[in-house]
């Protein structure tokens, strides 16, 4: 008999392997402009997987091409993206907001707006599936956009992906809850009790959802998002030895993200450490300089503080590169994909304990750890960074960027990936318990 390892048996039973048909459901992608976590975790699990041999079409219900009409699909490294613009439901969403039909649903969902990106994703999806059927639909948390498809395409079966719901995220941004997130909390939880399976992307989003949405968790696994690994080597610092510090910060500038956190903690900083400077990249939200104690002896940080705005994504790894530590002092964080792609750019990080970075960072060898919402905690992990050795903080980037490579790349949570979707599809297993690959 020949040896099982042998690289015919190999080639053998990859061709043996499913060759599947994904269908993705997002309310981003990172096509032409920067956008957030969901939309940088789907384009690279999508091209890892296309390239893979599957094939992947993507629902992307986006403005990015509103201005060419209502729907516009492009490629990206083997992956057919179809922009749905919002322009293809306007009349549904002048129908939507009259008050009499807002009244006569008031009941189940006390503001309508909030089903225009389902209603748009799945009567796009209504003509594509004439010609076309996919073997598994992802779908995401945010905004629901797969509400739909659970219910009404009973055959194939549907991931949600979690990336951070309504519930989870709103409390944390100091807004009111009202009728509309009101809404879209119940078109999130529909949609996670009518799907096949709930994937988070973390233990911590997990219990959440478990909570939020009254899911049995034998009925939620697990896996990581993954980070793009096109960085290596080491951390920029400052060579040329002045004796600057570079400290990066990428996310929404939001209360949630815990921008005032830590504006606050670099102008404490700021008298010992004038050398420090912050480079904020990200959507501006909350404006940082309203943070700032303009009559303190921290009111020199203002020149030290950096706005780069969204930028691409190409760009933000230039400037993770060119630091020498990162901080995410974020109050609350499902995952975390910044601070992972900082690890993987082989920087040492910051995150707070509210996180699902958590599962990623080791206190004291990839980074430090503080208390979510605690000024004093995120100062005394920044001042400890700041004092380390370039050495010791290069030592502490590259084991990180290994952990991120080894357990974060696309190849490895792809491998995760596509063994659930085999195992849902028709002739796999679709119990919920131990599903894990």
Same mark, same amino acid.
């Given at each position: ?42 384009? %690279? ?26 729907? $516009? ?20 969403? @002048? ?12 009941? =189940? ?9 389902? !209603? ?29 498809? =659970? ?13 951070? $719901? ?12 009202? $009728? ?71 996310? +929404? ?29 990200? +959507? ?19 020149? @030290? ?8 994504? *190409?760009?933000?790894? %230039?400037? !993770?590169?060119?630091? *020498? ?18 690890? =993987?750019?082989? !920087? ?5 304990? +509210? ?16 208390? &979510?919402?605690?000024? %004093? ?20 980037? +590259? ?7 080894? *357990? ?10 596509? &063994? ?18």
């Amino acid at each position: 008999m020949g040896n099982p390892a042998t690289p015919g048996v190999k080639i053998a039973r990859q061709y043996l392997r499913q060759t599947l048909k994904i269908l993705y459901i997002t309310p981003e992608y990172p096509l032409p402009n920067p956008s957030g976590g969901i939309a940088g975790y789907l384009r %690279d699990i999508a091209r890892e997987t296309a390239q893979r041999g599957h094939e992947v079409k993507i629902i992307c219900q986006d403005e990015a091409y509103a201005g060419e009409g209502a729907v $516009h699909i492009d490629f990206d490294e083997g992956v057919e993206i179809h922009f749905v613009s919002k322009s293809l439901m306007r009349t549904l969403a @002048k129908v939507l907001e009259t008050p009499r039909l807002r009244r006569l649903f008031r009941f =189940a969902i006390p503001d309508l707006v909030p089903l225009i990106p389902p !209603l748009t994703a799945f009567c796009y999806w209504r003509r594509l599936r004439r010609h076309w059927r996919p073997d598994i639909i992802e779908t995401f948390d945010w905004k629901a956009t797969g509400l739909l498809f =659970a219910p009404f395409e009973g055959g194939i079966p549907v991931v949600f992906r979690g990336g951070g $719901h309504c519930k989870a995220l709103i409390p944390y941004n100091d807004l009111p809850w009202n $009728h509309f997130f009101e809404s879209q909390h119940r078109l999130e939880r529909w949609t996670a009790r009518a799907s096949t399976l709930l994937v988070p992307c973390s233990e911590l989003l997990g219990e959440d959802e478990a909570r939020d949405f009254q899911i049995p968790k034998e009925k939620i696994l697990p896996v990581p998002n993954c980070v793009s690994l096109i960085r290596t080597g080491d951390p920029g610092g400052d060579p040329s030895g002045r004796g600057t510090t570079k400290v990066a910060f990428v996310g +929404r500038l939001e209360l949630r993200k815990g921008i005032d956190l830590l504006v606050k903690a670099a102008e404490s900083l700021y008298v010992k450490y004038p050398e420090v400077d912050y480079y904020l990249v990200g +959507r501006i939200d909350k404006d940082p300089f309203q943070f700032l104690n303009t009559k303190g002896p921290g009111r020199g940080l203002r020149e @030290k503080i950096h706005l780069t705005g969204p930028i691409p994504r *190409d760009k933000v790894y %230039d400037t !993770l590169a060119g630091c *020498d530590f990162a901080v995410f002092p974020s109050r609350y964080e499902p995952f975390g994909n910044v601070a992972l792609e900082a690890m =993987a750019c082989g !920087l040492p990080v910051i995150v707070s304990d +509210r996180g699902g970075w958590r599962e990623a960072v080791e206190e004291g060898e990839t980074g430090f750890v503080c208390r &979510a919402g605690d000024v %004093d905690s995120l100062r005394e992990a920044m001042e400890r960074m700041i004092l380390l050795s370039r050495e010791k903080r290069v030592d502490m980037g +590259r084991r990180g960027r290994e952990r991120v490579v080894r *357990d974060y790349s696309a190849r490895a949570v792809a491998d995760r990936m596509i &063994a659930i979707y085999e195992k849902l599809t028709p002739g796999g297993r679709t119990t919920y318990k131990g599903m894990g690959p």
